[in-house]
């Protein structure tokens, strides 16, 4: 189905957040941590518009809206709402209101509040055009600007190393997979000619008819995986956790971490469905969902076993997708969901007990029950969720996708186990979060524990409370939410049918009880589970982590020995690379393409117009054997007096007078310079060095004749010289046409060679007045020398 025009109100939806960036500093200065509230306004608004997409893109309508950017380069600012970009521009923006509710409560009166909310919504912005915008180009832009944003918010305690830290590491990752990410979207473009995400998606076999098919995968997985934290890319995600809970929370939930996985449903269409589909991402998914659920079991701080658990089921969503099966693309969808909801709700329950119990330490902390009964609510139902069990929407969710695993005809029984062990792990750690805080004994802790104010419990109530309505009218949620969002994924209309509750014992009930008795059995032996990992991990030593380390220490070592070998201080080397790199440039299209201009016949020539030929023959000899630098600089004059005389031989005879003058005064400059400048008088370089010279300067010429042969032979395109003989009289009232092109048509250009000459009039100026300082001691020695002769004289 064409996608219909909209009017541009959904483009102002997405420009809104950074409107509201600009505002929070003055707001939150007036109202202090109440500014949450009015700023909340913001998100709510757009959650609200985008919810009034549900019903059409559920009949399976799609919208359009585009604004003009650089139309010359055809890119625009478009935007694409569907099932997929519909879904996650709710969750950006509905959990975004809680979060900013909750950032409120959780940061009060912090110096930097006003700051921390600008970056929250400069983030905020930057995320939903990334999963709405339509044109390649402009969701590149927003792809980049969620990686510059979420630097700011994870450094924003710039004052600890480990913040910085984990801030450049997430820079560096996910902004070096974005610049893989713009190469395969260039390939895309070229391959298939069409900018547009919504024109590709109407030809869904485009890119996998191409030969450009394999590089484009690539890239586009370099982009996904990084973003997305798939293995060995995960480090940066549990780094990241420097960040203040509301980062963390908004960022595990909703956003940045989600939009490789939105990037690969948003392609399974174009990319998907193939053997390198099906082969790698199930793989790279299946070992980054076991890693995390294990490396999340060996932490004890509540935050860094939400973020390994996070990076799991990044893993289990690209797993997943990778299969290219209806039912586990929809179980995909449907846990994508679910995650969002309990995510986002028990990482905002970590935070709460951080801000009042004073500690994140799970071994540290006990009985909070009682002085916490509300976020404990919270906390049991987005824990019930994480760990698949009944009547919450990730029951439902777990369900769907080992029918799906179960059933996908290519490697189903590895992947249903993969997913099986690692939701055992999951709910391993569900357990561990929601009951060791809150039960048995009370501890006592570096804070008086009590339960939050409402901004603080607001989000993880109606979060988790979200979770569960979901699950109790599975069927509407399945029908408005899930159905048109596979559709998006799969590439054709796609029909959903959700029960909470199974209808007949089958293969992914019994599953479902596998992984619930697999799970308690690992939580009864949490701790010991907990050393075996600490110990196998120890054992092992290095790590991607590390490594990280040691790359950038590697690219840093290798940038010093670069720079002193290319900037070593010797004008010699600098003009053999420049000049070297000039040939490379003229000369390796020709040999890579395997064309090279033709020959011209010779001409006829005169007498003395072989003389000049002759003379420039004869300066270069005298070039090249000069004595003395000074010779070699009068000799180099011969060619300019040379090129002189062909400009009046061929009835140019101003050029040819601006030529003589050139070339006199370079040649007196360059004179009167080489005497001020202590250089010897002549050239020692070694015959190693001359033959280098030599050679670079050969490939030089040959290169840039090649480009001018290239050059005249094409057909003469006569527009510009027409228009110059035809408006040079009338407009610049001039009849010498390139007097009135120097100082008219191109008068900008002309002042610019001004104050070029001007400035390498000044930088002469400076070289000669140098004067060598004397030296005090060498003076001191003379005079003393000079003393005793006399003394032994007389």
């Known amino acids: 189905m064409t996608p219909a025009m909209i009017d541009d109100t959904t483009l102002y939806a997405v420009l809104a957040p950074f409107a509201a960036a600009v505002i929070a500093p003055f707001l939150t200065r007036w ?158 473009i070229s391959a298939t000619g069409e900018i547009e995400m919504s024109v590709l998606l109407s030809s869904p076999d485009i890119i996998k008819d191409t030969t450009l098919y394999l590089p ?109 099966h209806e039912k586990a693309l929809e179980g995909a969808v449907l846990y994508l969901l679910a995650h969002s909801l309990f995510k986002g709700a028990l990482f905002m329950v970590s935070g709460t007990i951080d801000h009042e119990a004073g500690t994140r330490d799970v071994t540290k902390l006990g009985g909070l029950r009682s002085a916490m009964p509300i976020t404990f609510a919270a906390a049991c139902l987005a824990a019930l969720s994480m760990a698949g069990l009944p009547p919450l929407i990730g029951f439902v969710a777990k369900e769907v996708l080992y029918y799906g695993t179960w059933g996908w005809p290519g490697f189903g029984l590895a992947v249903t186990a993969t997913a099986v062990i690692g939701n055992a792990l999951m709910l391993v750690i569900a357990a561990a979060v929601a009951i060791k805080p809150f039960l048995g004994p009370k501890v006592e802790t570096p804070k008086h524990a009590h339960e939050g104010p409402v901004l603080l419990f607001a989000g993880p109530v109606f979060l988790s409370v979200t979770g569960l309505g979901l699950a109790l009218v599975a069927h509407t949620t399945g029908a408005l939410f899930i159905g048109p969002t596979l559709s998006s994924v799969a590439g054709r209309i796609m029909e959903v049918d959700l029960h909470l509750w199974p209808t007949k014992i089958n293969a992914p009930l019994i599953l479902s009880l596998i992984t619930i008795g697999l799970g308690i059995a690992l939580f009864t032996q949490l701790d010991r589970l907990r050393s075996l990992i600490a110990g196998a991990l120890a054992a092992i030593g290095w790590g991607p982590d590390k490594g990280f380390d040691q790359v950038v220490a590697g690219i840093v070592s290798f940038s010093g020995w670069l720079t002193r070998l290319v900037q070593n201080g010797k004008m010699q080397t600098y003009m053999i690379l420049i000049f070297g790199f000039t040939a490379v440039a003229v000369l390796l299209p020709g040999y890579l393409t395997g064309s090279y201009p033709a020959m011209p016949k010779m001409p006829e020539y005169r007498f003395y117009e072989w003389g000049i030929f002759l003379i420039a023959v004869l300066g270069l000899i005298a070039v090249l054997v000069a004595k003395t630098r000074l010779t070699a600089i009068v000799s180099l004059g011969i060619q300019g007096f040379a090129v002189a005389l062909i400009f009046m031989m061929f009835g140019a005879p101003d050029l040819s007078f601006t030529q003589f003058m050139v070339e006199t005064l370079s040649v007196v400059i360059l004179a009167l310079v080489m005497t001020r400048l202590n250089l010897s008088p002549s050239d020692h370089r070694p015959w190693p060095a001359a033959v280098l010279t030599g050679i670079v300067a050969i490939a030089v010429g040959l290169g840039l004749t090649l480009t001018m042969l290239a050059i005249t ?70 005079q003393e020398a000079m003393q005793t002769q006399q003394a032994e004289a007389r």
């Not at 969902?289 to 060996?298: N, S």
Request: aromatic letters at 12%.
């Open 31 to 188: 109202f202090k941590h109440n500014a949450a509230w009015p700023l909340a306004i913001v998100p709510a608004l757009i959650f609200l518009h985008f919810a009034g997409f549900v019903e059409p893109v559920s009949r399976g309508e799609s919208f359009v809206a585009a604004m003009a950017w650089a139309p010359g380069y055809g890119v625009n600012f478009s935007v694409y709402v569907d099932g997929l970009s519909t879904l996650f521009a709710m969750l950006i923006s509905g959990i975004g209101t809680f979060i900013i509710l909750y950032a409120g409560g959780y940061l009060k009166g912090h110096p930097q509040q006003g700051r921390f909310f600008s970056f929250l919504f400069m983030f905020m912005g930057s995320m939903l055009g990334l999963v709405l915008c339509n044109n390649l180009i402009s969701l590149f832009i927003f792809w980049e600007l969620t990686s510059i944003t979420s630097f700011l918010l994870i450094g924003f305690d710039h004052l600890r190393a480990a913040s910085r830290r984990a801030a450049l590491q997430a820079l560096l990752v996910t902004g070096g997979g974005g610049l893989a990410l713009l190469a395969g979207f260039i390939l895309i």
């Open 216 to 324: 484009i995968f690539l890239l586009v997985l370099g982009g996904a995986f990084t973003k997305s934290a798939q293995f060995p890319f995960h480090f940066w995600l549990p780094n990241a956790m420097e960040a203040p809970t509301p980062v963390s929370a908004y960022l595990h939930s909703a956003t940045m971490v989600k939009a490789g996985v939105y990037l690969l449903m948003r392609m399974h269409p174009l990319l998907g469905d193939t053997v390198l589909w099906t082969t790698v991402l199930p793989l790279f998914g299946g070992v980054t969902l076991l890693v995390g659920t294990l490396l999340a079991v060996r932490q004890t701080d509540l935050k860094l076993m939400l973020a390994y658990t996070t990076v799991a089921s990044l893993g289990l969503l690209v797993m997943l997708t990778g299969t290219s």
């Open 713 to 782: 032979q094409q057909p003469f395109d006569s527009r510009l010289s027409d228009f110059f003989a035809q408006f040079s009289r009338s407009i610049a009232h001039g009849r010498n046409i390139v007097n009135v092109i120097i100082v008219d048509f191109r008068g900008f250009d002309t002042l610019g060679e001004i104050a070029v000459v001007v400035l390498a009039g000044l930088c002469v100026l400076a070289l000669i007045r140098v004067r060598t300082r004397p030296d005090k001691t060498a003076q001191a020695s003379e």
